[in-house]
C-alpha cells in the first residue's frame, strides 16, 4: 500500500498556518486528490492549526511548537494537530456553528463540516490534540486509485 506521511514542527506563530496549508495542498494535488476533497482537508487543517497557535501558551516566556502530521494511506488522510497550550473541556464543546452574531467559535464547526471524522482530545492546563479524518476523492491518474478501489 502507498502510504506517504509528512510530520512538521511549526511555530505557534499565524503564519505557520498558511506553511501547513499550503504544504498539505501540494501533497495531496501531487498524489491525485481531487481539487474538492484537497480544499476540504487544507481547509479544516487550517482551523486546526490557527486554533492551536491562538491558544497556545508561554512556559518560561517560551512557547512550544505546534505539530502537524499528516498521513494519507489508501483511501484516506489522516491528520493529527498538538500544540502544547491551555487546554480546554472537550465535551463541552459544539461542533455546530455559533449564531451569526459571533465573531468566532467556528474552527470546530468546520473541521467537523469539512471532515468525515473529528476527535478532540484536550486536558485543561496540558494542550489539544485534533485528530481529523477524510476518505478521498481521487483523480483517474491518482497512484491511490487502485487502492482506493480495493479498500472499498
Given at each position: 500500500m502507498l502510504r506517504t506521511s509528512l510530520?512538521?514542527?511549526l511555530d505557534a506563530d499565524p503564519r505557520s498556518v498558511a506553511v501547513a496549508r499550503t504544504t498539505c495542498r501540494?501533497?495531496?494535488e501531487r498524489l491525485g486528490v481531487t481539487e474538492e476533497c484537497t480544499y476540504d482537508i487544507a481547509l479544516a487543517l487550517a482551523e486546526a492549526c490557527t486554533n492551536a497557535v491562538e491558544h497556545s501558551e508561554p512556559v518560561d516566556g517560551v512557547v512550544d511548537p505546534i505539530e502537524v502530521r499528516v498521513d494519507v494511506a489508501g483511501a484516506w488522510c489522516?491528520?493529527?494537530v498538538i500544540?502544547?497550550?491551555t487546554g480546554f473541556d472537550a465535551c463541552s464543546v459544539a461542533f455546530e456553528l455559533p449564531s451569526a452574531e459571533e465573531t468566532s467559535g467556528r474552527g470546530i464547526a468546520?473541521?467537523?463540516e469539512m471532515t468525515?471524522?473529528?476527535?478532540l482530545q484536550s486536558t485543561v492546563g496540558a494542550g489539544t490534540?485534533?485528530?481529523l479524518a477524510k476518505r478521498l476523492a481521487?483523480?483517474?491518474?491518482?497512484?491511490?486509485?487502485?487502492?482506493?478501489?480495493q479498500a472499498s
Open positions: 510530520s512538521v514542527r501540494a501533497a495531496l489522516h491528520i493529527e500544540d502544547h497550550g468546520i473541521m467537523n468525515d471524522q473529528l476527535v490534540r485534533v485528530l481521487l483523480q483517474d491518474w491518482s497512484p491511490l486509485v487502485s487502492e482506493a478501489q
